[in-house]
């Protein structure tokens, strides 16, 4: 039982042991864990961010973009998909920033629960983009293989085994691409369910309990 249970239980309570609570304690209590909420929300979105590009610090990491950039004949489109994602990227963090400040001042309960209606939906619309744009880039990957059997040499550094024909060895290589696409995306889908899924579900019990006090 957490806090606001409590708060409540003490809130209905009729007997006199216990000091009873307003209707505005249990709403700022529910303001307060709202605003803690989307503010994990907004921080866990950053680091979601950074902890990828921290590879970058690695020497192998660098190699292997440039490789991809500029050691092939589909390096421009792999430029333009990944400038297209950065820019999304900081667009949700910058909307998830928004709803943080919004939800953090104390309006009444019919705004924070507007409040909260938006930063369900912009989570939401984050997770599409992050696991369409994962399965996307790795497919895409998968088909320039497909197409431009080199990239297997110049950016994966796969050499041909002896007693395989390309066309074979091409075609193992695009369906272990795109078996591990999937189950990446499955996992990743996994990872944002026990993070954004869990204070989404919070931020929900939030919305219920407003909605309630309303009636």
Known sequence: MDELDILKKDWQKKGDELPKLSYNDI?????????SIVKWIFIISILEFLLPNILFIFPSTREHVSKMYYGNAYGTFFMVVTFIQYI????FIFQFYKRYKEISVLDDSKTLMKNI????????????????????????QAFTVYFDPNMLTTVYNQELPQGISPEKF???????????ALV?????????????GLLLKKLNRNYFELKKMEI
């Open 184 to 196: 990446t995306t499955v996992l990743f889908a996994l990872i944002y369910f026990l993070l954004y």
């Open 88 to 91: 999304c990227i900081f667009y």
């Open 117 to 140: 209606i938006r930063t369900r939906k912009t989570v939401k619309y984050y997770i599409i983009f992050s696991l369409g744009m994962l399965l996307f880039t790795m497919l895409a």
């Open 27 to 35: 709403y700022k209590m529910i303001w307060k864990r709202s605003s």
């Open 170 to 180: 091409k075609s193992i290589m695009v369906i272990t691409f795109i078996v591990v």
